[in-house]
């Protein structure tokens, strides 16, 4: 559970990626937007790599929470479009920036941990040995990351309604199918 501080300095984090690339962001620019000194900052995170991370791993919590199951998975992964969308130029900032390898894989990693936990739910009467459902949502994740980072570089102009809804098409019952394949 994060700290005051911690959100404090997150919120004055994503205050600075409003007019600043990522890349140019210093310890200094985040604790004058907060009134917070660098010690402080060093207390809580490393470098401003460190406040990203856990920035971006906080917000998508929040997003993905309450929709780790088959049936909400899209309104979930539209939740996390909208959201970059409605945080367009800061989403910018960072992925034309020298953290979109992070932004990759911080969404990585937040993604694949909600899809696992559908393939376990999904496979919970089935018996599929771990290293089948860890590449299945290896393999999603891939995709889903892959999309959202070319729809970020067209500029966010498809609707992620739209780009929801096709995804959906490709992956109903898809899950269920290959943990099929693997089941012993």
Known sequence: MPNDTEKILSSALCVVLHHKNIDKITV????????????????????VYDLVEFSAGKIAKKVLDNTANYDNWQKGFYDVMILIKHNKKLSKNVYESIYRDVMGKYTYEVIYNYIIAIVDKQAQDMDVAQKHKDFIAHFYSLAFIAIILEWVHNDMKEDPQEIVAQIGVLVKGDFQKALKKYAK
Do not use: A, G, S
């Not at 200094?28 to 470098?47: A, G, P, S």
């Open 28 to 47: 200094k620019d985040i604790v004058t937007e907060c009134d917070l000194t660098r010690q402080t900052f060093y207390n809580h995170f490393n470098d």
